[in-house]
């Protein structure tokens, strides 16, 4: 039996990348999440491109394809890191941002959608 579903807006792309570290004294780790949108959506607070750093589980840092520049969220990163350190972030947010609106548009294609903004339909069997 199957049915048919409507895509509502977007194909979401979401990539997240673990690293974690142990030592004898301590255990953390750090997570990057990415989420891409196949065309922007007119949604307080969701952008296009997302992404950031957590740390044990903490915000350390963010960007988004409105502002696009890597803030850092917690205090001790903008007092300890230098502005060039940010400036490089930025430009590797920048340049992901852009990996990713690519392999979205590959996808979208690949799926048979584009982004007319009409509905478009699947059949799950």
């Not at 007119?42 to 988004?64: H, Q, R, V």
């Not at 917690?74 to 430009?91: F, I, R, S, V």
């Amino acid at each position: 039996m199957g049915f048919t579903t409507s895509l509502a807006v977007c194909v979401i792309l979401s990539m997240c990348l673990d690293l974690k570290v142990e030592s004898l004294e301590e255990r953390h780790s750090l997570h990057y999440v990415y989420t891409a949108l196949s065309k922007p959506v007119s949604a307080p607070g969701i952008y296009e491109f997302t992404a950031m750093g957590l740390l044990d589980d903490k915000k350390i840092d963010y960007y988004n394809s409105r502002d696009k520049v890597k803030i850092p969220q917690q205090d001790w990163m903008k007092e300890k890191l230098p502005a060039e350190y940010w400036n490089q972030g930025t430009q590797s947010r920048k340049s992901k941002e852009q990996w990713f609106k690519v392999n979205v548009n590959i996808l979208m294609e690949r799926m048979g959608h584009d982004n007319s903004g009409e509905s478009q339909h699947i059949l799950i069997a």
